[in-house]
């Protein structure tokens, strides 16, 4: 409300031809405005995923990549194939990190056959992985704060899911719409 009535009030300044400081008290009350919203919905989404574990969120059907394959091969293989953003790189069982379309279209084209996945992908001890039992709205902020998604799931040293941003969101979507009876 504050914020709305800093943009009436910068209205009535112009309408009296007192141009800076309307613009001024119009700008203000916009930022105000904006700043109160983006508060809302971060509480919001806080209360909605209040008490939520990643197991319940994450993407058990996960399309795992060998660090071995060439570029060229993700992308004819994989990412042609799947509409994922990343996948988990693996040597055997084991997950040694994560690697992005992002990451692929950095790599001139002309190098995609002679450069393998694990030249490119992010080490797993650079985006360490997180547990099912871990609090959702934990994961998020850090998900947010290192500009990380998705992150692996593990449990007892094994890749078991994958959560992202996505995922986080399609749930919070189905719980705020659940919870408005509008």
């Known amino acids: 409300m504050l914020g709305y009535s800093f943009i009436g009030l910068g209205l009535y300044f112009i309408a009296r031809e007192d141009w800076l400081s309307g613009i001024w008290l119009g700008v203000l009350g916009l930022f105000l405005q904006r700043a109160a919203s983006a508060s809302y919905q971060t509480a919001l989404l806080r209360d909605t995923l209040s008490g939520v574990r990643v197991g319940a969120l994450m993407t058990r059907e996960v399309v795992t990549v060998p660090d071995h394959i060439s570029l060229e091969e993700l992308v004819q293989e994989f990412v042609l194939r799947k ?32 450069t393998p996945v694990r030249q490119v992908m992010t080490p797993l001890a650079e985006r360490a992985a997180v547990g099912p039992d871990d609090d959702a709205v934990v994961v998020l902020e850090r998900m947010i704060r290192e500009d990380a998604s998705p992150l692996a799931v593990m449990r007892d040293g094994r890749l078991i899911g994958i959560l992202s941003r996505r995922d986080v969101l399609k749930v919070f979507q189905v719980r705020a719409t659940l919870a408005d009876p509008t």
């Open 83 to 114: 509409p994922h953003a990343a996948f988990p790189v693996m040597s055997g069982e084991a997950l040694q990190g994560m690697i992005s379309i992002a990451q692929v279209r950095r790599v001139p084209r002309d190098e995609w056959v002679r």
